[in-house]
């Protein structure tokens, strides 16, 4: 995977945990070669990575980016604790870090939407489907009846 990422076949790529991961051009070109929409989960610099690559228009990558953020640090951390799966350690880390990410959504002009997720899907869905459906990708589907 080294070699890869080193000759520029990954769009975006991580370690965790000493764990590699990342997402292929090759694999978002096929994607969208067959019409269809990807849906990723990347950090802020995943989101960096990809939108420079979709400035090659050679790529022809359609890239859109939403944030997904609490509707406050306190509602934030009181989910985290009702989990009872982090640390203490852990549980301040996320919270350092959503507030990174919250003023990233808030500032970046690379994000060009950003929904608060309140305490279900439920409010979030529809505007997640909306975005995609109605307004970034509303060409793909116009004559079909896809859903998201």
Known sequence: ?????????????????????????????????????????????????????????????????????????????KRLRGRGTESEDQVQMRLKQAVVEAEFCKEDALVDATIVNYDSWSHAYPILRRLVTAQWFASRFSSTNQDV
């Open 1 to 77: 995977m080294q070699q890869d990422i080193a000759s520029g076949a990954f769009v975006e790529h991580v370690s965790i945990h000493g764990n590699m991961y990342g997402t292929s051009l090759r694999a978002l070109e096929d994607v969208n070669r067959e019409g269809k929409i990807v849906l990723m989960d990347v950090d802020m610099h995943g989101v960096r990575s990809i939108k420079k690559a979709a400035e090659d228009p050679a790529l022809d990558l359609r890239v859109k980016c939403l944030g997904i953020i609490p509707p406050s640090l306190e509602e934030l951390e």
